[in-house]
């Protein structure tokens, strides 16, 4: 069920800061178009009667939570928020001028598309309103969405997926084609429940599914770290070294795989602050394995990106949609500048027939190659197992810190023993051969920082959830202040001479 239809107007009272709103619209421009159909003016006019705004979109800045934002809302009693010339100038105008003064940028677009009695002109105005987003964007300014009911054809095909964070209303209609129109066209009624909010977001094409009230929240929270601060942030002090006891690699394997030993969302829930989660691919896939998220650590904002240790089971092993997954996490990062922090805890990546049609060898290098050039800051996180190559993909990073028991090797110790021994009963002396441990991580030049477990993690979930996020916080801090062509050139040398004398 979908609530009942709100107006630009109450959407954005609803939204923003009581009496915050101020409009950046002007007078709609006269479209220039091949023909304008007999009786158009008129229904205009009625629209502008029954509707009481002047254009199918509503533009302007107010603030939510005190934080300056500018606005875009479409208005559905306008001709079905169909975008003609004159909406489409206005959005280009407004999108434009948030750029000009670095402000956020939130759209709620409700629309039926393009408007037909106005062509192909309308149509590919579509056009310039992504390339003014587009632009917006790469100005390294958030741009967040809220899918209201109906959102179609040309508006979803443009500015409707292109946001950073893309929620949508509930029940609402989201779709390429509208079901009327595939009707008409193909004499056949459009299968039920595809074009539907909750059904997108079990795919991956939405982050989350959430009533008009909670806009003002998840906008704050997302701002709250997309918004946040990247210079001039204080030195955070680094927590002491601890002498490590020399343990056997095997009772680090062992303690890794508890059930109890806390994860990443476990790491999120103690140690960070303003969690978004993401969801998807954007592009049609989703991965229970893998977690994605806006967050803080202390003031130090991130986009984290995680193997998720409970959802990944044998019957559901991370997958090649897991890194596609990863890869959109890279991508904002990249846009927004925003830190990257990648966690790695799996037992390794899927061995399918779907892994395989599915390109997981290429994501893993592709996700290589995107962690090797970001330019955002990066940290990886050994926060567990660090089986084969799904574990090797999340690796690149400017720094690497390990929980005491993490570990990294290129396959399970029992598959590394079945291939040289054809047994898996030498996984145990095999993996101690093979320098797995995060201790012989650290002598090898592969990882930064060891955090202390006492003696296990999963005996002392809380507190050491709290000193791993202390020291991300110092780190991200850290990297943050240090020049873009330094780090990444520190980057590139640490990953040249590894195994070199």
């Known amino acids: 069920m979908t609530a009942p239809r709100r107006s630009a107007r109450e959407l954005l009272e609803l939204t923003l800061d009581p009496g915050s709103f101020q409009s950046w619209d002007t007078t709609p421009i006269a479209p220039r178009i091949v023909t304008t159909p007999p009786g158009y003016a008129d229904e205009l006019a009625e629209a502008v009667r029954r509707s009481g705004v002047d254009e199918a979109v509503l533009t302007g800045e107010g603030r939510i939570r005190g934080r300056r934002v500018a606005v875009l809302a479409g208005e559905f009693a306008f001709l079905g928020g169909s975008i003609g010339v004159a909406a489409a100038e206005r959005l280009v105008a407004a999108v434009e001028r948030a750029t000009a003064e670095g402000l956020p940028l939130l759209a709620a677009p409700v629309s039926g598309g393009t408007r037909m009695q106005e062509g192909t002109v309308a149509f590919v105005c579509m056009v310039k309103i992504t390339a003014a987003i587009v632009r917006h964007k ?9 899918l209201r009911h109906p959102t179609t054809g040309g508006v979803l095909a443009s500015w409707g997926s292109l946001g950073h964070v893309t929620v949508a209303e509930p029940g609402a209609l989201i779709g390429f084609l509208g079901p009327r129109v595939y009707a008409a066209l193909y004499d056949s009624e459009f299968p039920a429940g595809v074009q539907v909010a909750e059904n997108l977001y079990e795919h991956g094409l939405l982050d989350a599914v959430l009533p008009a009230e909670a806009v003002a929240e998840i906008a704050d929270r997302a701002l709250r770290v997309l918004c946040s601060p990247r210079e001039g942030l204080a030195q955070v002090p680094a927590l002491p070294l601890e002498d490590l006891p020399e343990l056997e690699a095997w009772e680090s394997i062992t ?20 969690v978004v989660p993401l969801n998807g691919t954007g592009e049609g896939e989703s991965d229970p394995g893998v977690l994605l998220a806006l967050a803080r650590f202390g003031a130090a904002p991130a986009i984290v990106l995680g193997q ?7 019957h559901s092993p991370l997958g090649p949609e897991g890194l596609r997954e990863a890869r959109r996490g890279i991508r904002l990062a990249s846009e927004l500048g925003l830190p990257l922090v990648t966690v790695i805890d799996t037992p390794g990546a899927a061995l399918s027939r779907h892994a395989e049609e599915g390109g997981l060898a290429g ?10 050039v970001l330019s955002a800051p990066t940290i990886c996180v050994l926060l567990g197992q660090g089986s084969g190559g ?16 993490g570990w990294l090797s290129p396959l399970p110790p029992e598959g ?5 021994h054809r047994t898996t009963e030498r996984a145990a002396a095999l993996a101690q051969d093979q320098g797995v441990r995060s201790t012989d991580l650290l002598r090898a030049g592969i990882v930064d920082r060891i955090v202390a477990e006492r003696p296990d993690a999963a005996d002392e979930p809380e507190a050491f959830c709290r000193r791993f996020g202390q020291v991300l916080e110092h780190e991200m801090v850290a990297l943050l202040r240090q020049p873009t062509d330094l780090r990444l050139a520190d980057r590139h040398r640490r990953y040249r001479r590894i195994g070199l004398p």
């Open 138 to 146: 790469r100005a390294g300014l958030p741009y967040l969405v809220y």
């Open 255 to 274: 303690r890794s795989r508890r059930p109890e030993r806390p994860g990443v969302r476990r790491l999120l829930r103690v140690a960070a602050t303003d």
């Open 416 to 420: 590394a023993s079945a291939i040289l």
């Open 363 to 372: 994501e893993i290098a592709r996700t290589l190659a995107d962690l090797t």
């Open 390 to 405: 799904g574990a090797l993909a999340l690796l690149p990073a400017d720094r690497v810190v390990a929980a005491q028991h």
């Open 308 to 314: 998720d240790r409970r959802a990944q089971t044998a």
